[in-house]
């Protein structure tokens, strides 16, 4: 009686993929054909998700899911399921006021100015940092999202002096890497230690005219890193 082959293990998750099936730059070009600008972050996970399933119907999306093995109620914003691997996706969407009509069919947009640059980078890498946690499993990889029309967060340093967030800076060109510390470490809670390096190169979104209106985008892929065996139907 031959002896049964064992069962292969699944296939690493493509690095700069969505779920194995889809580049990322396809998904954007879908989701700014319709959507160039969004109202909230909630108005970009979906819409993403929409694309998503656009671009490779074979994927799966599903919003809001809950992490486990965390010691705190956390939720993860997209979780997109392909055939062999998966995405985990955190969406960050800072805004400086702006209105206008925009995407197909036109709707009418009034952004409101929000966080404060130093809060959006602090924030932004505490999903970098979440993804490595969560991206535990061979067959799933990560992606940080972040769509802003804020230039000072893709611009480097103006002033000479170091600010409070010296180290979470995210221009176009930063690398990233190890232990950031806010604040020189003064604010140990907003400490950051990242276990993979980051090259941060920014890419266009969306242009309109007057102040305020270019949208930029931001994205960070985090590699797998195993763990623990897992079913492939299971949340993170």
């Known amino acids: 009686m031959a002896t049964p082959m064992p069962t292969p293990p699944p296939p690493p998750a493509t690095l700069e993929t969505i779920a194995g099936s889809a580049t990322l730059d396809e998904v954007l070009e879908c989701l700014r054909a319709r959507r160039p600008v969004f ?10 998700a929409l694309a998503v399933g656009e671009v490779a119907p074979d994927v799966r999306c599903r919003l809001e899911i809950p992490v486990r093995g965390s010691n705190a109620s956390e939720y993860l914003d997209l979780l997109c399921l392909g055939p062999a691997s998966r995405t985990a996706i955190e969406f960050k969407y800072v805004t400086r006021q702006w209105s206008g009509t925009a995407g197909t069919p036109p709707e009418e947009y009034a ?11 602090r924030d932004f890498l505490r999903d970098v940092a979440r993804l490595e946690r969560f ?10 999202l972040l769509i802003t029309n804020e230039a000072a967060l893709w611009r480097p340093r103006q002033r000479r002096m170091p600010t409070r967030d010296e180290e979470f800076r995210i221009h176009h060109g930063r690398q990233l890497s190890g232990t950031l510390l806010w604040a020189g470490g003064s604010f140990p809670d907003n400490t950051r230690v990242l276990r993979g390096a980051y090259t941060l190169a920014w890419r266009p979104y969306t242009q309109f005219e007057g102040p305020s209106s270019e949208f930029r985008c931001l994205a960070v892929f985090i590699t797998p890193n195993p763990a623990r065996p897992q079913s492939s139907h299971e949340a993170p």
């Open 39 to 48: 109202h909230s972050e909630a108005d970009l996970q979906h819409s993403f």
């Open 111 to 121: 952004l409101r100015g929000h966080n404060a640059p130093d809060v959006a980078r």
């Open 135 to 144: 991206c535990d499993r061979e067959d799933q990889n990560g992606l940080a």
